[in-house]
């Protein structure tokens, strides 16, 4: 299992059950079995199915998990994923807290498989970014690869990227790539740098200044998105940002650049609706 997961499969169920599921206790008896089935209620791309078999074997190694459809899968209304058998008890514990994950990150890889078909064709992927949900950043970046995105970076710690904010107290553009650089150099770091330019003065003020891996160009049209992507020459990779929506996304991919990142792709889903119903 992997071990992040497992700190936070214990810090949900802390959150959930506390110091017992009083409801379930107090009407079902300790030794009831049964079988429960994952019920699709919606059309997308399923994803979450490992996650949840983490969730049951982590709370009751006994209890049986037959799977009939895996991550990534398109899938429809009445659809079933899966049927776990063992202790009813266990069961309704370990319910709704693997509904939650298995719709949330179903969510995700729906909107995200939406997104990355619009490019089908075309060599531009499509990214996540850092707007996610505290606490399920992994599982949601996770969700995005199931549905065909990229991850971009995970967070702060994997890839320099130097947005407006450090651009303007770091005192330039190149005051922040030699910073940058220098930093990576003393700390041994082989850190990727990324950087935000805003226009294209900016934009030749990084090919200027050399150094970096790739070049985000920030709520650029698409005409100065085309002159950008000429300009850089294939010398760094380009990543596309900031008011794109699903409509002018290809439009965008046309221009020749390498990646689109989008937020919405984890900040502003519908979780995909399914539920977990006791076979009788």
Known sequence: ?????????KYWFAEDIGDGDHTSLSCIPETARGKSQLIVKDNGILAG????RQIFASFDPDLKMTVYLHDGAVVKPGDVAFVVE?????????ERLMLNIMQRMSGV???????????EGLKTKVLDTRKTTPGLRLLEKEAVKIGGGTN??????????????????????A???NGAKQYCKDKNKPL??????????????????????????DNFTRENTRKAVELIGGRYETESSGGITFDTLRSYAECGVDYISVGALTHSVKSLDMSFKAIK
């Open 192 to 217: 990727k740098i990324e950087i935000e330019v805003r226009n294209l003065d900016e934009l030749q003020q990084v090919l200027d200044c050399g150094g970096v891996n790739r070049i985000m160009l």
């Open 175 to 177: 005051n922040a790539i």
């Open 152 to 173: 971009h970076r995970i967070g702060l710690y994997d890839m320099i990227l130097l947005k407006d904010n450090h651009v303007d107290f770091a005192g330039g553009i």
């Open 109 to 119: 890889a729906t909107v995200t498989h939406k997104y990355a078909q619009q490019l």
């Open 49 to 52: 199915v490992d996650i949840a």
């Open 1 to 9: 299992m992997n071990n992040q997961y497992q700190e936070l499969i």
């Open 86 to 94: 063992g202790k009813v008890l266990s069961l309704l514990q370990t």
